[in-house]
């Protein structure tokens, strides 16, 4: 991985050239090995309740699983293209999602063109998801061989039953219910080979816990307010409950292991936070989509991003993870180096938000009313 300081040296972090210099070299292969050089950790310390908040979640993970065979309505008919005109009416944004298209390669679109985008879309989307839930899988795995508190093994073995539940509901809704999938995205699939490969069991939870799972609640929620489909907005209700506890797990156990580093220590772990934070805003480009329509993307993203529903899109991928860095004590650390990143990209005005601490309680309560239903 390189350094950030050579990331924001080369103004990669809004060059849409280098940007998209970044591609999936192994897209068409069904494995993908990484070097995994971590300890793993025996801990003969059995006491329970050490920390307390890590046991409640603890507890709480146990009485909320769910079945993703059962618990979900399958049975659901999914159009796709209906799904596209619908949520476009819905949020009146238009089959051109508001986009001022007079002049550009869109203009000459129709209709058909249109929804053809939003139905890749949806692919490209879902798949994604699927592809991060199963990093999360690994990297959960991981967490349980190398962290050192009973406590947090406790609670991470109950992520990996998630994790694996929320990669299985993905795939089948894809292959059921869609009509595509895409490889893993390039940006993606580096921050994920870069939070396996680290050595240092605080990086996993960095990585995984609190950037990957803290964005990806943040673009689920954001979907799930939008869509129109009652199956999908289901599944991303049962599966935003979980990942909120888990990235509460991640929060509540780095702030105790914060607390005790240093400023060099402390600022690495910002560069690691910030390259994550852009790669995984870059990742929602979509420019697998462009090139599968025959478009070039360094032509087409320019004006997708000019959408205000993009923008805005965008801008709420981080109502989680800023205010979860500010809990953590990253964003002040080191002369507010965290801080002003964000100032750059734009999202510090989340940092007064609820942190995940906070909110886990209401998604589960929410889980729990919709299964009652």
Known sequence: MSSTEDLIGRAEVNDLESILAITNIDAEATVRSVADHADAIFTWDYEKGARPALNKLYEKAKTSQWNGETDL????EVDQEAVVMNNAAANSTGLDDGMDVAGTPFEKFSDADWI???VESQNWTLSQFMHGEQGALLCT??????VPWIDAKYYAATQVMDEARHVEVFAKYLDTKLSG???????LGLLLDDIVADSRWDMTYLGMQIMVEGLALAAFGFIHQLTTEPLLKQLLRYVMSDEARHVAFGVLSLKEYYGELSGPELKERQEFAFEAAVRMRDRFLQQEVWERMGMRPKDVIPLV???PQRQLFQQMLFTKIVPNCKK???LDANDKWLRRRFEELGVIQFEDLADTGEEYEMFALAQGDQRSA
């Open 305 to 307: 991003m000019q959408s």
């Open 73 to 76: 309505p399958w049975d659901t």
């Open 181 to 187: 999938h895409y490889p893993i995205n390039a940006h």
């Open 116 to 118: 053809r985008v939003g």
């Open 141 to 146: 795995a991981k967490i349980v061989e190398t």
């Open 328 to 330: 953590l004590g990253l």
